[in-house]
T-cell receptor
Framework: DADVTQTPRNRITKTGKRIMLECSQTKGHDRMYWYRQDPGLGLRLIYYSFDVKDINKGEISDGYSVSRQAQAKFSLSLESAIPNQTALYFC????????????FGPGTRLTVL | GESVGLHLPTLSVQEGDNSIINCAYSNSASDYFIWYKQESGKGPQFIIDIRSNMDKRQGQRVTVLLNKTVKHLSLQIAATQPGDSAVYFCAESYSGYALNFGKGTSLLVTP
C-alpha cells in the first residue's frame, strides 16, 4: 500500500550493529504497528502504538525498541542485531477507533550476518 | 533450507475452479476476523472481513464464512485466477485489542 512506506527495503548488516527501520504513513491513522515475519510462522507483533504518547510491547519485543516521532512516523530499532533477527519486517497502521483493519507497508528484508 | 514443520500448507487449484481456504481460530471470544492476501515480495493486503454477529459475508469473487461453534473461518474464491496465487492469512481479534495472525496457506493456481 503506497500510503504506508518503509525504508530501507533491504538491509544486510553484521552481528552487533545497531539498525533502524523506518515507517511513514499518509493515511492519517493514529495506530501503528511493527511485525516480524518468518517462514511458516505468520506475522508476530513486536510493538504497537495507539498514539504518539502510547507505546506497547507485543508478543516478541525482546531485542527491539521503537520510537513514535510523530503521528505519521514509527521507527523500529535493533540495538545490537543478532542472526536470528533475520526476517521480513512489516509496519502497519489502523484507524483510531479500532485495531481491526490494518494496512501494511511493503516490508523490509533484514539479514544479519 | 527450511526445517520440517515450517512449510506452509499448500492448496493447488486449476484456473477457473473455486478455492476454499480454511482457518481454525483459537479464541472463542474473538469478535472480528479478517483475511489478508500476501503476494511474493509484498506486504499483506486486506481482502475481506467479518464480525462475529454474522456468519457469511460476500465481496467481489470472495466469500467469508464463519462458524463460531467450531471456531472455523473459511475464504472462498470463485473462478480462481492466476493472479490469486499468493499466501492467505486469517487473523482474529477481540474487542479491537490486537490482531492474532494464523500461519498462512499458500494458494497455487495452475493453468
Amino acid at each position: 500500500d503506497a500510503d504506508v512506506t518503509q525504508t530501507p527495503r533491504n538491509r544486510i548488516t553484521k552481528t552487533g550493529k545497531r539498525i533502524m527501520l523506518e515507517c511513514s504513513q499518509t493515511k492519517g491513522h493514529d495506530r501503528m504497528y511493527w511485525y516480524r515475519q518468518d517462514p511458516g510462522l505468520g506475522l508476530r507483533l513486536i510493538y504497537y502504538s495507539f498514539d504518539v504518547k502510547d507505546i506497547n510491547k507485543g508478543e516478541i519485543s525482546d531485542g527491539y525498541s521503537v520510537s513514535r516521532q510523530a503521528q505519521a512516523k514509527f521507527s523500529l530499532s535493533l540495538e545490537s542485531a543478532i542472526p536470528n533477527q533475520t526476517a521480513l519486517y512489516f509496519c502497519a497502521t489502523s484507524e483510531r477507533q479500532s485495531t481491526d483493519t490494518q494496512y501494511f507497508g511493503p516490508g523490509t528484508r533484514l539479514t544479519v550476518l | 533450507g527450511e526445517s520440517v514443520g515450517l512449510h506452509l500448507p499448500t492448496l493447488s487449484v486449476q484456473e477457473g475452479d473455486n478455492s476454499i481456504i480454511n482457518c481454525a481460530y483459537s479464541n472463542s471470544a474473538s469478535d472480528y476476523f479478517i483475511w489478508y492476501k500476501q503476494e511474493s515480495g509484498k506486504g499483506p493486503q486486506f481482502i475481506i472481513d467479518i464480525r462475529s454477529n454474522m456468519d457469511k459475508r460476500q465481496g467481489q469473487r470472495v466469500t467469508v464464512l464463519l462458524n463460531k461453534t467450531v471456531k472455523h473461518l473459511s475464504l472462498q474464491i470463485a473462478a480462481t485466477q492466476p493472479g490469486d496465487s499468493a499466501v492467505y492469512f486469517c487473523a482474529e481479534s477481540y474487542s479491537g485489542y490486537a490482531l492474532n495472525f494464523g500461519k498462512g496457506t499458500s494458494l497455487l493456481v495452475t493453468p
